[in-house]
């Protein structure tokens, strides 16, 4: 696990070094072990690529980057895992390779030379990275399927930089950074961010999940994205229930399996909810005598509290079960340290939560830490999609079905209403011109009063209600659509974001077992009731899978907390200090800071119902005068 940097530059900045050396400072906390810059010059411009270093396999020199391939022709910085290293390895010296190190980054690079782009679909990891290749000074940058790892890139004429981080990045341009406004907008008014290649800084773009960026340096253009991998809802073969449960339990526990190799203390985040139970009693189940620490977040003496599902997953496996309590006044004194990590707004105060909770592996001496991102996006967790579950029904033609699924809702708590089900479900089956229609006219706002529509639209925001499907050519897929959209293009991209940064700001490195790709492809590829049952259970053949490995207690859980935390309590205990903030003069003139205290106010006195957006009113205020971005 590391942090990556570099860029090509037809005109080489005076101070270049100097800001390289800045760039890798910001990285530190990625990789706080060991670095490395290595330079190369040639007629069309000059590469450079840098790497700070997080040791997690073979902890010794060999793992240095930048690293050359044995023939001389590729040079490398990485940040990433490729869990299947070994069989790749092996592999490979069936093929005539020799190699120097037992490292990861060697086994990649070696992948690279043999095959090619074609080795990515083999890996079976995480992984960001930038090869460039000597004989024609081609650079390429390269993210993993589901975008674990980041990658930020700058292109401009005569430039391309990228980073791990923003911080990187914006070390290595002249200008000051300034505020993207459709970014600003989508987050503050919709709740949307991660979802595409935008970020909150004008120019700055995210590598997309799955594909490939090579630069031309003699022409100095830009590629396309390539994309190398995206989920297929096809519907494969008929697989009863009982045999995918077989072959999801068989995964699952290989995935775990490849996930606990490392030459450093490991240990898991511990919610309480299935998924995280799951890869810490799949932990113990592979590995009887492994000591197992967790961590976990306990929001005490509210109703939000996980607590009594903690202290059975840790009973059930022996663990040492570490936990940490937090109060409104931590999360004040920590909120600019979190901004930074983070480097863009965030949802939500779990985030927060999450945060203490690698802090807290930290200081008990952890390195690598698995945590269930991914499940939910796979097996229909949350609230189960139940309108598109509804959509799939009627396109199949089971009317009857869709009734006994629309009144076994009632069953799950927190739940939409059927009424509510109804409403989306129908919304689904509209057009667009008719779907932002019924939009304005249900009372929801896209242009809310504490928003200067007029000066956004000049300056060429699109204010409207986002709108995006995977679409299917075969009906009956909806649910599946909706799952390979929150894989790729929202929802993922947000949570994966939030455990990376989180993790590497306390230089831990953050695993995911649930997300490979061909745990993706398999369960996308099953019928929607194995993932949803007639009557609304989620993840149905994953819990079944789980039997005898998971307490039947925590797989019976009919709800879903998480490390959720109980916000509206915070929010009131800093109320005064939250109305210095939204008072702030920031520079960004399109938000009206008096209409907003207004607004803060009324939701503290209850004469409002509390909502996301309020945080993101206070979140986005403080980022843009951490980072000083400018409007």
Not at 103 to 130: I, Q
Request: charged residues 25%.
């Amino acid at each position: 696990m590391c942090g990556i940097l570099g860029g090509w530059w037809r005109n080489p900045l005076p101070d270049l070094p100097s800001r390289i050396k800045q760039g890798i400072r910001a990285l530190k906390h990625r990789g706080p072990n060991d670095h490395g810059v290595e330079s190369s010059r040639a007629p069309w411009g000059e590469t450079t690529l840098g790497q700070t270093r997080l040791s997690i396999i073979d902890l010794s020199t060999g793992g240095h980057q930048p690293m050359r391939s044995s023939d001389d022709r590729y040079l490398l910085v990485y940040n990433g895992e490729i869990y299947n290293y070994k069989e790749l390895r092996q592999e490979l010296r069936q093929a005539g390779y020799h190699f120097q190190s037992d490292s990861d980054t060697e086994v990649l690079l070696t992948c690279w030379m043999h095959w090619g782009p074609a080795c990515l679909t083999r890996f079976k990891g995480m992984f960001a990275f930038a090869i460039m290749d000597t004989a024609d000074g081609s650079l390429s940058l390269v993210r993993d399927a589901f975008g674990i790892k980041p990658l930020f890139y700058r292109y401009t004429e005569g430039q391309l930089v990228f980073g791990s981080e923003l911080p990187a990045i914006l070390a290595l341009m002249p200008e000051d950074p300034r505020l993207d406004w459709q970014s600003a907008y989508d987050y503050l008014v919709h709740g949307r961010y991660d979802h595409g290649e935008r970020t909150f800084i004008d120019g700055i773009r995210h590598v997309p999940p799955g594909t490939i960026l090579t630069l031309s340096p003699q022409t100095g253009e830009l590629s396309a994205p390539t994309v190398w991998w995206t989920p297929s809802i096809k519907a494969r073969e008929k697989i009863s229930v009982t045999d995918a449960t077989m072959q999801l339990r068989e995964r699952f526990l290989q995935n775990v399996r490849l996930h606990l190799r490392s030459d450093v203390p490991l240990g898991a985040a511990l919610s309480g909810g299935v998924d995280s139970s799951a890869i810490v009693c799949a932990m113990r189940h592979i590995e009887p005598d492994l000591p197992i620490n967790t961590f976990s977040f306990v929001a005490r003496g509210s109703r939000k509290s996980e607590e009594k599902w903690v202290d059975i997953v840790n009973g059930s496996v022996g663990a040492h079960g570490h936990k940490v309590v937090v109060e409104p006044s931590e999360l004040a004194a920590d909120l600019d340290d979190m901004i930074r990590a983070q480097g863009e707004p965030f949802g939500s105060t779990s985030i927060y939560a999450q945060y203490r909770v690698f802090k807290l592996a930290r200081e008990n001496g952890i390195t690598v830490a698995l945590e269930g991102q991914g499940a939910d996006e796979l097996l229909a967790g949350y609230s189960g999609y139940p309108a598109h579950r509804i959509v799939s029904l009627l396109q199949e033609g089971r009317l009857a079905n869709a009734w006994t699924f629309l009144n076994s809702q009632k069953q799950w708590p927190g739940r939409p209403t059927s009424r509510a089900i109804v409403q989306e479900a129908a919304a689904l089956m509209l057009p667009d011109a008719i779907y932002h229609r019924a939009r304005h006219a249900s009372g929801r706002k896209s242009t809310p009063s504490w928003l200067n529509v007029e000066q956004c639209m000049e300056a060429g925001v699109i204010t409207r209600f986002p709108r995006d499907s995977w679409l299917s050519p075969e009906r009956g897929r909806r649910v599946m659509g909706e799952l390979a959209q929150s894989l790729t293009r929202r929802g993922l991209g947000w949570l994966l974001r939030h455990g990376d940064r989180n993790s590497m700001r306390f230089s831990i490195e953050s695993r995911v077992p649930f997300l490979t790709t061909d745990m993706a492809d398999f369960l996308l590829g099953l019928p929607e009731d194995h993932l949803i049952s007639a009557h609304g259970e989620t993840k149905h053949i994953f819990r079944a899978a789980m039997r005898g490995i998971v307490p039947d207690a925590i797989l019976d859980r009919r709800d879903k907390i998480g490390f959720e935390t109980p916000e509206l309590e915070w929010l009131r205990a800093l109320a005064p200090q939250i109305r210095g903030w939204l008072s702030e003069n920031t520079g960004a003139s399109f938000l009206d800071r008096a209409q907003l205290i207004t607004e803060f106010d009324a939701v503290v006195d209850g004469r409002k119902p509390f909502n996301w957006q309020t945080w993101r009113w206070i979140n986005f205020q403080r980022w843009m005068h951490v980072m000083q971005i400018r409007a």
